[in-house]
């Protein structure tokens, strides 16, 4: 179906949508800057022809199918229930969830991931984003599930952290005297952060305090002085806890949020020196993000191949989210603008090739009363062959 620019789709808000699908791409459009409008007029690079389709105006056109493709006219509140909802009731089901914002500087990943969070979470801020809604969400729902579950006993804990990578060092921001921290890897824990600072939340006013009082290091560049030249990563452990039946069960999520660097290439930024170095880094860090979807489609067709998790410490870290354990969302956010034409393009490849990653996601759960269940069991029948004899 063909469709005007102008022409808004109807997103699917059906949570059943997503329970199938561990990898979910979402294309997101930003509108048109003042500055763009008045240096190019309306011309753009991409048209949208269905929710799930864009097709990119360049030479030759190419047309991309996604799972969901939101252009301007879809709100922070939209997108949130299309996609932030579904990935909530997730996590509240023991599955591990991540969701990261991927595409060049300036093209909406912050806007998307965070929003404007000043003063607070306003439910009725229009412009807060991903995050504040989230928490907002996952309280919420806690509260209802502890209401309908009471004779469960049923206990939440939710625990979060916020780290950021920059030059390819693990800095806290929970904790800025933390710098250079290490990733580790043990059975119990999993891939983790070692000395990472975690603190309890149990509000969504307690996680947004907390985004507030972090400094991320953003320096200028040539293409935007708000350009962030780090990875930021913001992760939630949510825990459950109730007994049925005289089992006692745990189960538990993992949900990390990504504000991925810019993914220009730094060439065309200008860098020099110092910011030479950052680019590098930050390059090791999304080549090897793009190294690890590539092999990881390559594996997914039949191929054996080393995937290079540990080149890098954003893919090491996110190890899980791709191609693990995980129901992964990835945002790829472009300009619309002639002027990005190329950078949208590349953004537009990279979420094609993301698209064929295949996770396999399962509930996190501990069941402690198994063996004494068994054990009843047993006895049960031990007794039944006694009476038949
Ligand atoms: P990035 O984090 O990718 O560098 P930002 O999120 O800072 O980009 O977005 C750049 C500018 O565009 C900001 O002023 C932001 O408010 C605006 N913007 C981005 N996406 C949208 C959107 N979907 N709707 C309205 N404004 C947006
Ligand atoms: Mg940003």
Not at 130 to 141: A, G, I, K, W
Not at 254 to 275: C, I, T, W, Y
Request: charged share 25%; with cysteine; net charge positive.
């Amino acid at each position: 179906m063909a469709g005007s620019s102008s022409q808004s789709f109807e997103l699917c808000e059906d949570p059943s949508f997503w329970k199938d699908h561990n990898v979910q791409v979402i294309i997101r459009i930003r509108p048109l800057s003042s500055a763009e409008i008045s240096l190019q007029g309306y011309s753009k690079c991409v048209r949208q022809e269905s929710c799930q389709t864009v097709t990119w105006t360049g030479h030759p056109e190419s047309r991309f199918t996604f799972d969901l493709v939101a252009d301007e006219n879809v709100s922070q509140e939209k997108l949130f229930k299309v996609a932030g909802v579904p990935m909530v009731e997730n996590c509240v089901g023991g599955y591990n969830s991540c969701m990261f914002a991927y595409g060049q500087t300036g093209s909406g990943k912050t806007h998307t991931m965070l929003g404007d969070i000043e003063g607070g979470t306003r439910r009725h801020s229009v412009n807060c984003g991903m995050t504040p809604r989230v928490f907002e969400y996952l309280f919420s729902r806690i509260q209802k599930e502890k209401e309908v579950r009471r004779d469960e006993k049923l206990r939440f804990t939710c625990k979060c952290s916020f780290l950021e990578i920059y030059n390819e060092q693990i800095l806290d921001l929970l904790d800025p005297s933390s710098i250079n921290l290490q990733i580790r890897e043990d059975i119990k824990k999993g891939i983790h952060v070692e000395n990472l600072k975690e603190i309890e939340v149990s509000s969504a006013r307690d996680v947004i305090q907390q985004a507030h009082s972090t400094n991320r290091k953003v320096a200028a560049t040539n293409m935007n002085r708000a350009s962030s030249r780090s990875h930021s990563v913001f992760t939630c452990i949510i825990e459950s806890k109730w007994e049925s039946q005289g089992v006692s069960h745990h189960r538990f999520a993992r949900l990390n949020l990504v504000d991925l660097a810019g993914s220009e290439r730094q060439k065309s930024s200008g860098a020099e020196g110092e910011r030479l170095k950052e680019a590098t880094n930050i390059n090791k860090s999304l080549s090897t993000l793009g190294l690890v979807i590539m092999n990881l489609v390559n594996v997914s067709n039949g191929k054996s191949l080393h995937v290079p998790y540990r080149d890098s410490k954003l893919t090491f870290l996110l190890q899980d989210s791709l191609g693990g354990n995980s129901k992964t969302i990835i945002i790829a956010n472009i300009s619309p603008s002639n002027c990005c034409s190329l950078e949208t393009l590349s953004t537009l490849k990279f979420a094609q090739r993301a698209k064929f990653i295949k996770n396999n996601a399962i509930v996190n759960e501990d069941t402690s009363g198994d063996v004494l269940a068994m054990r009843m069991q047993i006895q049960q029948l031990k007794k039944e062959v006694s009476r038949l004899r």
